[in-house]
């Protein structure tokens, strides 16, 4: 018989004897870990490798039973409660000390509805997984830029990818959300049932309940999409920024183009335009020649592919594990000042594993009143992310405060709008900010739904 001592919310220490902790472990069908079990390390295992956190155990849900005991559980013994669906969230929710993680990444069916053109999947896929049942009809819906991202918390979060200008956000495609809430009941949220916690669920990260499932609506991509990196070296990566700047100003709704600051495979700083083209590929080929025949490029990877090479493409940027530190804002104005800032910083980078990735969001993404969802931030910009990444401990704070100090110089242009999915560990004060316009509605609907919170662990919106 295994004692556990665990975590309350309030800070203290709870004894749970043997026998009570067996009777709990006898209803769960999927894996069960404390401390002492094997693989324990793997279970409280997260993508960001400075986040080493020891809970007392780990319910690996193999369906919604288990969801809905592990939260009755966790509510009877008040425990720290975190959720996790693919792992990657950056500030590490999806793991705590001496509390409860309920981890859904046993949870991966799906079922596609090509006729519909819906999906109804579990809440424990990834994006590579669903892109692989989607996909076998032609059909995705908008997805995160690194396929073993989860679609749990990418989705509840709001959800920026390759589809956004002509899909709009990930969020935008959600059509219902089955939830186990702080009571431990199964509801479906959607248009017309607990519409107030439909709306809170687009954008309101994982703040009201367990989602179990998610139905998406699907869009037919075809046999294949243009995608790709066009390469130059960071010497011309000003003339390129502004470049950039004019070219997604105002882009077709088919046309996404990216920007990202790195260190290339030969160890030089480089900067790199990423594309994509959602639509017609002989119009696509147009529609990005002058962006090929801009400047003079070290490599030119743009070409037709399949939709999941697109989704694949920048999975070796972000391999699970090292560890990591991360700044990120929205950015209106592009100005040559920012750019200078940007550039300044980024042919000095300190570790060959950082990037400074920048998305632009626009089209159908833009078009949702900040007020339909919960995700407000429906204006044409750009989302920038410092991305440090390293592997030595001993060079933590070296790499943080890198970070902070090219941080510090780029906020004064991105004002404090942030999108909830990019808030690092430390910066609990931007939470408010992140959900801007819609916060005060968003405690309204968590005293309705978690008024205790119970879920907590997050970047928590207390209820009003
Ligand atoms: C390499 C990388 C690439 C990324 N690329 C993109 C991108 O292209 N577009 C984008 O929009 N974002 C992107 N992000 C940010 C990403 O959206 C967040 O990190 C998100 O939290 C990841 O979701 P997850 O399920 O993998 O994370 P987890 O760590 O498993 O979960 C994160 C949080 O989501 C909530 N949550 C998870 N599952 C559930 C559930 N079933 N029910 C309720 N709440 C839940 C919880 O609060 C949890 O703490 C990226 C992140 C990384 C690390």
């Known amino acids: 018989m295994t004692t556990i001592n665990a975590t309350r919310t309030g800070g203290s220490v709870v004894t749970i004897d043997g026998e009570t902790f067996n009777v709990f472990e006898s209803t769960i069908h999927g894996d ?6 094997e693989g324990y390390d793997r279970a409280r295992s997260v993508w960001n490798g400075m986040i080493d956190k020891r809970p007392a155990v780990v319910v690996k849900c193999r369906g919604v039973s288990d969801v809905i005991n592990a939260v009755r559980f966790a509510r009877e013994h008040d425990l720290v409660l975190s959720l996790r669906g693919g792992a990657h969230n950056v500030a590490g929710h999806g793991t705590c000390d001496g ?20 999906a109804h999947a579990q809440a424990g896929l990834t994006w590579a997984e669903f892109d692989d049942e989607t996909l076998v009809h032609g059909l995705a819906t908008t997805g995160g830029t690194v396929s073993n991202t989860g679609i749990a918390g990418l989705t509840l979060g709001g959800g920026l990818g390759w589809l956004m200008g002509k899909h709009g956000l990930t969020c935008d495609n959600v059509i219902s959300f089955d939830i186990v809430t702080a009571g431990g009941e199964l509801i ?24 179990t499932s998610f139905r998406f609506q699907l869009h037919d991509v075809g046999p294949a999409v243009i995608g790709g990196m066009i390469i130059h070296p960071m010497d011309h990566a000003r003339e390129l920024m502004r470049f950039y700047r004019d070219i997604t100003a105002d882009p077709p709704d088919e046309l ?5 600051l790195m260190t290339s495979p030969d160890g030089d700083p480089v900067a790199g335009i990423m594309v994509g083209y959602n639509g017609d590929v002989t119009e696509g080929e147009k529609q990005i020649k002058a962006i090929r025949e801009f ?10 592919m399949p939709y999941s090479a697109r989704q694949h493409m920048l999975d070796d940027f972000a391999p699970h594990g090292p560890r990591r530190y991360w700044k990120s804002g929205f950015l209106q104005e592009f100005s040559d000042d920012v750019i200078d800032v940007f550039v300044d910083h980024a042919s000095n980078l300190i570790s060959p594993m950082t990037g400074i990735p920048i998305f632009n969001v626009h089209g159908a993404a833009t078009r949702v009143a900040p007020d339909a969802t919960a995700f407000g931030h429906r ?3 750009w989302d920038i992310d410092i991305v440090s990444q390293w592997l030595d401990p001993e060079d933590d704070e070296r790499q943080i405060e890198w970070t902070r100090k090219f941080w510090g110089d780029l906020e004064p242009f991105a004002g404090e709008t942030v999108y909830v999915n990019h808030i690092s560990e430390d910066e609990p004060s931007r939470i408010e900010t992140a959900f ?4 005060a509605r968003l405690r309204a609907v968590k005293r309705t739904y978690d008024p205790g919170n119970v879920f907590r662990l997050n970047h928590n919106i207390p209820p009003g």
């Open 32 to 37: 069960v870990f404390t401390a002492e079990s």
């Open 99 to 118: 509390g409860l993680v309920i981890d859904l990444s046993g949870m991966k069916g799906v079922r596609v509805d090509p006729i519909t053109r819906t």
């Open 188 to 211: 479906t949220a959607d248009a017309d049932s607990h519409a107030d916690l439909f709306w809170a669920l687009r954008g309101g990260g994982g703040n009201f309940g367990v989602v």
């Open 256 to 260: 996404e183009v990216y920007m990202a």
């Open 295 to 304: 400047g003079s490029p070290l490599a030119d990877l743009v070409q037709p």
């Open 379 to 381: 204006i044409h910009q």
């Open 436 to 439: 801007g316009l819609n916060y």
